[in-house]
């Protein structure tokens, strides 16, 4: 019995029986999509992985990547062995042999024939000075002896030794002359040699050597080094009025460096 109160029920409509021909519902004319027709909506891009994989370039240059980066990895590790196995013998060599520098002493240096005037300068120096080699288990060979005889900064003179060889904790005697005559000086050095001339009747002089040495240990040889010798404030007394003098104060040490 209908209630004549109740609303009225809303929904969807009842479905339409299938069409026989298995299209739309009843009285459809639709028809099956004719052979060919494309889909009325837009493929689905295909996945990035897919496409990867069936690339045959992307999937060759994955190996060649990892082949290179072993290769650098291999080469890096290779020059760290080789730099610690050589830092290693070098230590090793250099606690057997414990090479040391030579030593130089300058005995004695004499000035004759100066003559300071006009910013030009004439003299003569005679510098004798004796090498000794501290070490015990090398000998050195000194191929090339260079020295100069300076005020301050100024170049007075220069020279050369004749190459020499010294056996274990020897020591040798060598000697160096310079000599000038009418060479200029810069106006500060000419001025301070006659303000030091007449204050004390000295003037403080420096030599400077470089030699090239060789370190050797039976047949085992070091590389050649270059050595650097300084002495200074080598005062020599000559007065205003005298031309010669000697090194005052006795024999001198000199700074050696590399």
Do not use: H
């Amino acid at each position: 019995m209908n209630d004549p109160n109740r609303p009225p029920v809303t929904g969807y409509p009842a479905a339409a029986p299938p069409n026989p021909n298995g299209y739309g519902g009843y009285g459809s004319s639709a028809q099956p999509p004719p052979p060919g027709t494309a889909y009325p909506y837009a493929a689905p891009p295909p996945s990035s992985t897919t496409y990867y994989n069936n690339n045959p370039y992307y999937q060759q240059s994955i190996p060649y990547a990892v082949q290179r980066a072993t290769f650098l990895r291999r080469i890096i590790a290779i020059a760290i062995a080789a730099m610690v196995i050589t830092g290693t013998f070098v230590f090793i060599v250099w606690l057997i042999l414990r090479p040391r520098l030579p030593e130089f002493r300058v005995d004695s240096l004499s000035v004759s024939n100066l003559n300071l005037s006009n910013s030009l300068i004439s003299a003569n120096w005679d510098l004798r000075f004796t090498v000794r080699n501290p070490n015990k288990k090398l000998t050195l060979y000194y191929d090339d002896v260079a020295a100069a005889v300076f005020y301050d900064s100024a170049s007075l003179s220069d020279t050369t030794v004749p190459p020499f060889f010294q056996d274990k904790r020897a020591e040798t005697a060598q000697k160096a002359s310079f000599a000038t005559s009418g060479s200029y000086v810069e106006n500060r050095a000419f001025d301070g040699m006659n303000k030091e001339r007449a204050r004390s009747s000295a003037i403080g002089f420096d030599v400077r050597m470089v030699a090239r040495v060789r370190f050797k240990a039976g047949s085992w040889r070091a590389r050649r080094r270059f050595i650097r010798v300084y002495c200074k404030d080598l005062s020599v007394g000559v007065g205003p009025n005298k031309s010669s003098g000697n090194l005052l104060g006795g024999p001198r040490q000199c700074r050696v460096g590399l």
